[in-house]
Nanobody
């Protein structure tokens, strides 16, 4: 299984970016997906989590500004980021909990990370 994340870049404060992350490979089932972020010197933190059933949860610091969504047919998860703040600057990682022939009860996979920079 491979995860390909894209959509990062530079945005001005108050601006928007949309991240996407697609899973490919032999996938039996996707249980849930999520987004994390990390800045140098700090631990990776959860931003949003989404289940294939449609439920989503968000960290308090992004509620009302970020929206996670899933395209089940394309095994892709999105993160729409609005009203961006300089403190949102980080490397963003996607993660999937996926069942495969090797791990039929599921294993966690991480994308390569995409840089988001919010600056004027």
């Amino acid at each position: 299984v491979q995860l390909q994340a894209c959509g990062g870049g530079l945005a001005q404060p108050g601006g928007s970016l949309r991240l996407s992350c697609a899973a490919s490979g032999t996938i039996l089932r996707i249980y849930n997906m999520g987004w994390y972020r990390q800045v140098p010197g700090k631990e990776r933190e959860s931003v949003a989590a989404a289940t294939t059933g449609g439920g989503t949860t968000y960290a308090d610091f992004v509620k009302g500004r970020f929206t996670a969504s899933i395209d089940n047919g394309n095994n892709t998860v999105y993160l729409q980021m609005n009203s961006l703040k300089p403190e949102d600057t980080a490397v963003y990682y996607c993660t999937f909990h996926i069942a495969t022939p090797t791990y039929p009860y599921g294993s966690v996979y991480w994308g390569q990370g995409t840089q988001v920079t919010v600056s004027s």
